[in-house]
């Protein structure tokens, strides 16, 4: 039995969770790396810290998996943007970093907004249109290939932004081949591993890994991740009215701007 809209809401908050879950434990306990010396007990318990940080980071495509069959891929994508709000709160929790009014606000905000884009879902069902779906992927990589050739010639913090908003529609993008390997191939090893979209799925998520961290490298982290998380929302919302045949719906749109806008200041603040 498919997950209601409700509940599929709440697989993928659930999974966005442990995503932010797993970034912060990989930041609190990244000092094992390139760690010199004696491995003590403090070795050992922040390498364990930062193994388990990656195993969750690795295990929450199995929650958008799961919501993929109560909500469509855009309302799905959009509660990507969950992910920035989890992450201030975790990092405040965990990190001891600052946790203001104004980001608690906007916490807020973004998840009223999924709330609403979830509500407005009318399902997880509609015709797959894999022309669409891979002009979606070219697009991104297409705009990757120019910034890059760009950065050779001149690193600006301008060019970091246009490359974290690539990094993040390809982020974003992901949903979109998940949810085709769930109506167009056979549920089956086999049938994932014989399918093209495992390996879009595959080659976006490595995209977007290898591409971020190039605008980590060339701008300022408060300036590259709205545009970067921004994007992850936006990217999949818009592709799956053409990949998915997706009706248009304006209130559920305006919550997917919303999401947007809210990561934005959530990133900021």
Not at 31 to 54: C, P, Y
Not at 198 to 212: E, H, K, N, R, W
Not at 229 to 237: D, E, F, K, N, S
Not at 250 to 267: E, N
Request: charged share 10%; proline share 4%; net charge positive.
């Amino acid at each position: 039995m498919n997950p209601t809209p409700l509940s599929a809401a709440l697989i993928a908050l659930a999974g966005n969770f442990v995503l932010s879950l797993g970034m912060v434990l990989q930041k609190r306990n990244v000092a094992w790396l390139g760690h010199k010396g004696a491995r003590d007990r403090d070795f050992v318990r922040a390498r364990s810290g930062w193994l388990l940080g990656f195993l969750l980071m690795n295990a929450a495509p199995v929650f958008n998996y799961l919501a993929l069959l109560g909500l469509p891929p855009n309302v799905v994508g959009a509660a990507i943007g969950s992910n920035v709000a989890f992450t201030a709160i975790l990092s405040a929790l965990m990190l001891g970093e600052r946790l203001g009014w104004r980001r608690i606000l906007w916490t807020c905000a973004t998840f009223a907004a999924i709330a609403l884009a979830a509500l407005r879902g009318r399902g997880a069902s509609g015709p797959l249109v894999p022309g669409a779906l891979y002009a979606f992927i070219a697009l991104p990589l297409v705009a990757a290939a120019a910034s890059l050739a760009l950065r050779r010639r001149r690193k600006s913090a301008s060019l970091a932004v246009a490359i974290a908003a690539v990094a993040g529609s390809l982020g974003g993008f992901m949903i979109l081949p998940l949810r085709a390997l769930q109506i167009g191939t056979a549920a089956s090893l086999a049938g994932w591993l014989g399918s093209p979209y495992l390996y879009l799925y595959i080659a976006a998520g490595a995209g977007s890994f290898s591409i971020i961290q190039l605008a980590y490298k060339d701008g300022e982290m408060s300036k590259v991740s709205p545009a970067y998380y921004g994007m992850q929302v936006l990217w999949p919302a818009i592709a799956s009215y053409f990949a998915f045949g997706a009706a248009f719906d304006i209130v559920q749109a305006a919550a997917f701007a919303a999401i947007a806008f809210c990561v934005f200041f959530v990133s900021r603040a």
